[in-house]
């Protein structure tokens, strides 16, 4: 089982980039899926989550900026991604993403999520 993060990058402020993960081993197309993010000194932080039937949430400081899909067409694979407009430097972080296999609704706190990839460094300069 595995999930690859991909597409972060360094990007000026008002900038955008779109970052993906392919997870693949299993189907996770009945799970929740989301981006966490980790900034050096902070704690892991929700970014935004999808179901499978398709609903987001997103956390206050990326809502109206971030737009979380996936694409679970391929029985092989599911593709996750977060399309990253009008970036801040204050999104700086590493991003991860994630799925939480036992949970069908979203939730919130990275210690549901049980499959994690290895994370993607998005860089903003002001």
């Known amino acids: 089982v595995q999930l690859q993060a991909s597409g972060g990058g360094l990007v000026q402020a008002g900038g955008s980039l779109r970052l993906s993960c392919t997870a693949s081993?299993?189907?996770?197309?009945?799970?929740?899926m989301g981006w966490f993010r980790q900034a050096p000194g902070k704690e892991r932080e929700f970014v935004a989550a999808?179901?499978?039937?398709?609903?987001?949430?997103?956390?206050r400081s990326v809502q109206g900026r971030f737009t979380i899909s996936r694409d679970s067409r391929d029985i092989a694979e599911d593709i996750l991604y977060l399309q990253m407009t009008s970036l801040k430097p204050e999104d700086t972080a590493v991003y991860y993403c994630?799925?939480?296999?036992?949970?069908?609704?979203?939730?919130?706190?990275?210690?549901?999520?049980?499959?994690w990839g290895q994370g993607t460094q998005v860089t903003v300069s002001s």
């Open positions: 081993g299993r189907t996770f197309r009945s799970s929740v």
């Open positions: 999808i179901t499978s039937g398709g609903t987001t949430d997103y956390s």
């Open positions: 994630a799925a939480a296999t036992e949970f069908r609704r979203i939730v919130y706190s990275h210690r549901l999520y049980n499959y």
